[in-house]
């Protein structure tokens, strides 16, 4: 299986701040057909996860312009340019580059 | 708009089963799959599987394998998601989801989660 790795575990940050998270995976996540399969989800506080980003950065429609991620192979960021408190919760990786489907152990965004 | 809502709380007894409805609405059921995630009390997220909603092909987590079966109804645009042998560690939050293949297969919509306790 492949293993997620992210840091940090948990991030306090002050509100217009940036914040990074870094998510690393056992292998490659570089599809043969040249699609790297790499997930962010945000998890707020009592609710489901709900998408942000598919193959690395690909925002989807609603998620501000304040979230990008990038990456390549193994190594992928997901970067908040101006935190907000909106963006509490804590943030997944996952990929989709082999079976199983697998997640990162999650990152926990507070506001200071 | 799209949406899933899981069917409700339930408590069971180690070695039951549990069956979690995911009624889908406000799309194509067929043109879409669903997948089952679940996360344990204050865990992280685990994949369980995958079904697809046009023909119910299957993938599972292979641990799960033979304790765990996933379907759909077409016909209410509903998925299930069935597991046996329950045992204290399956105690978790069950969340359906819809893959969207136009996202690379992102899971895009997500239910309400079912909260799912094994106790004796």
Not at chain 1, 51 to 70: A, H, I, Q
């Amino acid at each position: 299986d492949i293993v997620m790795t992210q840091n940090p575990l948990s991030l306090s940050v002050t509100p217009g701040q940036p914040a990074s998270i870094s998510c690393k995976s056992s292998q490659s996540l570089l599809h043969s057909d040249g699609e790297t399969y790499l997930y962010w989800y945000l998890q707020k506080p009592g609710q489901p996860p709900q998408l942000l980003m598919y193959k690395v950065s690909n925002r989807v429609s609603g998620v501000p312009d304040r979230f990008s991620g990038s990456g390549s192979g193994t190594d992928f960021t997901l970067k908040i340019s101006r935190v907000e408190a909106d963006d509490v919760g804590v943030y997944y990786c996952m990929q989709s580059q082999q079976l199983p489907l697998t997640f990162g152990g999650g990152t926990k965004v507070e506001i200071k | 708009q799209v949406q899933l809502v899981q069917s409700g709380t339930e408590v069971k007894k180690p070695g039951a089963s549990v069956k979690v409805s995911c009624k889908t609405s406000g799309y194509t059921f067929t043109s879409y799959g669903i997948t089952w995630v679940r996360q344990a009390p204050g865990q992280g997220l685990e994949w369980m599987g995958w079904i697809s909603g046009y023909n119910g092909d299957t993938s599972y987590l292979q641990r799960l394998q033979g304790r765990v079966t996933m379907t759909t109804d077409t016909s209410t645009s509903t998925a299930y998601m069935e597991l046996r042998s329950l045992r204290s560690d399956d105690t978790a939050i069950y969340y359906c989801a819809r893959v969207n293949d136009f996202l690379a297969d992102a899971f895009d919509i997500w239910g309400q989660g079912t909260m799912v306790t094994v106790s004796s």
